[in-house]
């Protein structure tokens, strides 16, 4: 059993994230991803997001490429998170390029090409202006 670890907001559920889940899900057996709490993103990314944290795990359990949603709050949980839920491959988009190679001597650390021209911020500023 291959088990794929990757880890988001995944505020304002979109083709983007569907496109990594699905290709997370692909280099494995089963994937588990790990949602930042609202606390998290707001505290530690600056981040306020418009879905919260309840809808959000609800709409990754809901989708097909998922196996297991966990809580992300803290940016050290990640070694922890690997060996109990033995990983074999941490993925992120390559707008993470590099930030967790400290993780490659726990298990495969890949970067995937994020999908071009969508972001929960672009939907964001779409969604103001009308
Ligand atoms: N993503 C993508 N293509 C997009 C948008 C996002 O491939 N057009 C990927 C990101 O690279 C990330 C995942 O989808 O791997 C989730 O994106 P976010 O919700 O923006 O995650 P982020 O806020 O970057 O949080 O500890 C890591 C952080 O929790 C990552």
Not at 58 to 87: A, H, T
């Amino acid at each position: 059993m291959k088990t794929v670890i990757t880890y988001g907001t995944f505020d304002l559920f979109h083709v983007g994230h569907v496109n990594l889940l699905k290709r997370a899900r692909e280099l494995g057996d089963r994937l588990v991803v790990a949602v930042s709490t609202d606390e998290f993103n707001l505290q530690e990314k600056n981040k306020t997001t418009i879905v919260p944290y309840e809808h959000r795990v609800k709409v990754l359990e809901s989708c097909r490429y998922v196996d297991l949603v966990i809580p992300e709050s803290s940016w050290s949980q990640k070694e922890r998170d690997i060996l109990e839920y033995q990983i074999d491959t941490f993925v992120m988009g390559d707008d993470w390029e590099g930030k967790f190679d400290e993780l490659k001597t726990l298990c495969n650390v890949v970067y995937l090409p994020r999908t071009k021209n969508i972001s929960s911020t672009a939907i964001k500023q779409a969604v103001a202006v009308i």
